[in-house]
C-alpha cells in the first residue's frame, strides 16, 4: 500500500526522529535502526517506494544529500590535527587505508566475481567508518583512552579522505569509459581533477572572504553556506561531469583549514541539516533494496565480511602500529572495531545509479553489498566489543571522571583541584577565550557547545561517568543536565545555582530531575564562590586523620571552610551537595574552599595573642 508523497514524507520524517530517539536511549548508532526501519517500510510491506515516490527528482535528491555530507564531514577535517595526531593515527589513515583497500578490492574480485574496476571503487568505500558509527559504539565499548582516541580521530579523519578517494576512483572509471583511449580518458580524469579543485577552492575563498569581512550576517551564514555549497556542485558538474562531489569536498577542507575564520555558524549548519539528511536518505536507501537482491549475492558478503574483520582490519592495525607504544591486547582491540556507516550507504548509491547509467550493469551489486557489509560490521562489533575489551583487560573501570560544563574562573578552580587529585575532568564552554586559559592551565577541554549533535560526535566520554554544570546560566546548566542525566544517570548529575535558593522565586524554582543534585549547599552559588576566588580563597586539599577529624577541618577559620569534594583511601571521589549525609572519616582527603593564606595567618596571629594574654592572666 503507497501513501501520497505528503503522507510519505511525513512518515519519513517520524521514522527517522524515532530512530534517531531510540538510538540516543540504548546508545548504538542510529544507523542500525534506520536501516531496519528503510527494510521496513521498502521490501518487506511496500509502504514506501522511493523510485516512485520521487520519480526523476530521486536521484538529483541523491547527489545533492551526498554532497552536503561530504561538504560536512571535509569540514572536520584540520590538517594541522592529521600532523599533531600519533603517528599510529596518521599511518592509518594512509597506509593502513592502503592495506584495507588493496585487501578489500582483490577480495570483492575474486569472491563476488565483479571487475576491477568496479572491484576497486567497492575497496575505496570499505576504508571509510565515520564518526557517526564509532562514537555510539565507544560510549558502549568504553575502551582506555589509547584506543578510544585513535579510533575517534580515525573516524573523523578517515570520512573526507575515504569519500574523496571513493570520488576521484570512481571520476577516473568514467573517464575511461566516456572517452576513446587511454589518453583520452586520462585527459578527462585530469579536467575532472582540475574544475572541481578550482570550484571547490573557490567558493572556500569566497565564503571565507564574505564571512571574515562581516559581509553576511550571523543568522544568513547558514543559507549563504548551503546556496554556495549546491552553486559549487551544481556549476561544478556542468563544466566537467561529475567534478562537483570533488568540489565540494575540497570546499569543507579549505573552510576548516582557514586558521583566521570562525565557522561556528556554518558547523552549525552541518550538524543541524546533516542529521535531517542521513535520516531520511538512509531510510530512502535502505527502502530501495529488494529481498531478491540481497538473497541473490548468498554467502558472499558474510564472506567479504569475514576477510575484511580478520584480514584486512589486523593488516592495517599491526602494519600502522608499528614501533608505537601500544599493546598487543590494544592492538587486538583495535583491530576488531571498525564498523562502516552512513557515508558508505549513501556514495555507493550514487555512484551504483551514475555507473548503471554509465552501463556498468553489474554496479547493480554495489547497494545491496554495501548494505550488508554496514549491518555485518556494525551488529557483529556492537554485540562482542564490550565482551573483548573485558577480556583483553583494556576497557576502563567504572567511569569516574567529570564532565564541567563551564570553562569559567569557577570550573577552572575546580577542574585544577580534581585533576591534581588524580581525577579525570572534561570542560566544556563557547567562549574561547575561557577555554584558551583552561587550556593554559594545562586542563582539557572541548570548544563547542556540551548539547549539540557536534558534541555528540566528538566529545570524548570515555572514562566520564559525571556531570558538573557550573556554568552561571541556569539555561545552560538545566539543558545540560537533562541531556545528561539520560547518559550518566540522574543521582550523577551536579549543578552549581546561578544565585541562591532562597533568592529564586518558588515558581522559578527546578526539580531535582531538572537540574540533579545542587552543589555544595543551598547558601552558595556561581555568583558567591566566584566572589570568593576573586578575593583569595583558595581550594586546599586536606588529609583527615584521628586528631584532625571532618569535625576540626570545619571549625578552621572560625568555621568558613566549605567542603566541595571527599576522597575516600579507596580512591573513590564523593560530592558534597546540598542536604548530604556525607561524613568522611580519617584517611579521607578533603577538598575544600578555604579563605586566603594571609587571613590564615592573621588569625593564628591572633591567637598567639590571646594564648599570650591567657597566660598573663595565670597569677
Not at 559504539?137 to 575515504?162: F, H, K, Q, Y
Request: a neutral charge.
Amino acid at each position: 500500500m503507497l501513501l501520497s508523497m505528503s503522507l510519505s514524507i511525513a512518515l519519513i520524517g517520524l521514522v527517522s526522529f524515532g530512530c534517531q530517539w531510540l538510538a540516543w536511549r540504548v546508545k548504538l548508532p542510529a544507523i542500525l535502526f534506520l536501516l531496519a526501519a528503510g527494510i521496513v517500510l521498502g521490501p518487506l510491506t511496500s509502504i514506501l517506494d522511493p523510485d516512485q515516490l520521487f520519480g526523476d527528482l530521486l536521484f538529483p535528491l541523491i547527489s545533492l544529500s551526498v554532497a552536503i555530507i561530504l561538504f560536512e564531514g571535509s569540514l572536520t577535517l584540520d590538517v594541522s590535527e592529521i600532523r599533531s595526531q600519533k603517528a599510529v593515527v596518521q599511518r592509518l589513515i594512509t597506509l593502513g587505508a592502503a592495506v584495507t583497500w588493496l585487501v578489500v578490492a582483490t577480495a570483492t574480485h575474486y569472491l563476488v566475481g565483479v571487475g576491477w574496476e568496479l572491484s576497486v571503487l567497492f575497496g575505496a568505500l570499505a576504508i571509510v567508518t565515520g564518526p557517526t558509527v564509532i562514537v555510539p559504539m565507544l560510549r558502549t565499548v568504553r575502551p582506555n583512552r589509547n584506543i578510544s582516541n585513535i579510533l575517534r580521530w580515525e573516524g573523523i579523519l578517515i570520512d573526507p579522505i575515504g569519500a574523496l578517494l571513493v570520488v576521484v576512483v570512481y571520476e577516473f572509471v568514467v573517464a575511461q569509459t566516456q572517452s576513446a583511449g587511454v589518453l583520452h580518458g586520462l585527459l578527462a580524469f585530469l579536467e575532472i581533477i582540475a574544475v572541481g579543485s578550482v570550484l571547490g577552492i573557490a567558493g572556500g575563498w569566497f565564503l571565507g572572504f564574505v564571512f571574515k569581512r562581516g559581509w553576511v550576517p550571523h543568522y544568513l551564514q547558514n543559507l549563504a553556506t548551503l546556496s554556495v555549497v549546491f552553486a559549487a556542485f551544481s556549476v561544478s558538474d556542468h563544466l566537467a561531469h561529475e567534478s562537483g562531489l570533488l568540489a565540494v569536498t575540497l570546499m569543507g577542507m579549505w573552510l576548516a583549514n582557514k586558521k583566521d575564520l570562525h565557522i561556528n555558524e556554518i558547523l552549525n549548519f552541518k550538524e543541524n541539516l546533516s542529521v535531517v539528511l542521513i535520516s531520511g536518505l538512509f531510510i530512502l536507501l535502505a527502502a530501495r533494496l529488494t529481498v531478491d537482491n540481497i538473497l541473490a549475492l548468498g554467502w558472499t558478503p558474510l564472506l567479504l565480511l569475514l576477510v575484511m574483520q580478520l584480514v584486512a582490519r589486523p593488516a592495517s592495525i599491526w602494519l600502522s602500529s608499528i614501533g608505537s607504544s601500544l599493546t598487543w591486547q590494544e592492538k587486538s582491540l583495535l583491530s576488531w572495531i571498525a564498523p562502516r556507516g552512513i557515508v558508505a550507504a549513501a556514495v555507493s548509491a550514487l555512484f551504483a545509479i551514475r555507473l548503471e547509467e554509465a552501463g556498468h550493469v553489474e554496479a547493480a551489486i554495489l547497494v545491496p553489498l554495501t548494505f550488508s557489509i554496514i549491518i555485518g560490521t556494525v551488529v557483529l562489533q556492537s554485540a562482542t566489543s564490550r565482551g573483548l575489551a573485558r577480556l583483553l583487560r583494556v576497557a576502563e573501570p567504572a567511569a569516574s571522571g567529570f564532565l564541567v560544563v563551564g570553562a569559567n574562573p569557577v570550573a577552572r578552580a575546580i577542574g585544577v583541584a580534581l585533576q591534581k587529585s588524580g581525577v579525570r575532568v572534561l570542560l566544556t564552554d563557547t567562549q574561547w577565550e575561557y577555554i584558551r586559559a583552561a587550556r593554559m592551565e594545562g586542563l582539557e577541554t572541548f570548544y563547542g557547545n556540551a548539547v549539540s549533535a557536534y558534541a555528540d560526535q566528538h566529545l570524548d566520554l570515555v572514562g566520564i561517568g559525571r556531570l558538573l554544570a557550573l556554568s552561571p546560566s541556569l539555561g545552560i546548566n538545566v539543558v545540560a543536565s537533562m541531556r545528561y542525566s539520560s547518559e550518566f544517570g540522574t543521582n550523577k548529575v551536579y549543578t552549581l545555582l546561578a544565585t541562591t535558593e532562597t533568592d529564586i522565586a518558588e515558581k522559578h524554582k527546578l526539580g531535582t530531575e531538572h537540574r540533579g543534585y545542587i552543589l555544595f549547599d543551598k547558601d552558595m552559588s556561581y555568583v558567591k564562590f566566584a566572589s570568593l576566588l576573586s578575593h583569595g580563597w583558595e581550594i586546599r586539599s586536606t588529609k583527615l586523620t584521628e586528631e584532625f577529624d571532618f569535625t576540626s577541618l570545619l571549625q578552621l577559620h572560625e568555621g568558613r571552610v566549605i567542603p566541595l569534594f571527599a576522597i575516600s583511601p579507596k580512591d573513590r571521589l564523593e560530592v558534597f551537595v546540598d542536604e548530604g549525609m556525607l561524613e568522611p572519616g580519617p584517611g579521607w582527603q578533603v577538598l575544600s574552599l578555604t579563605p586566603p593564606k594571609t587571613e590564615e595567618a592573621r588569625l593564628m596571629t591572633e591567637k598567639k595573642l590571646d594564648n599570650k594574654q591567657e597566660d598573663k592572666k595565670i597569677p
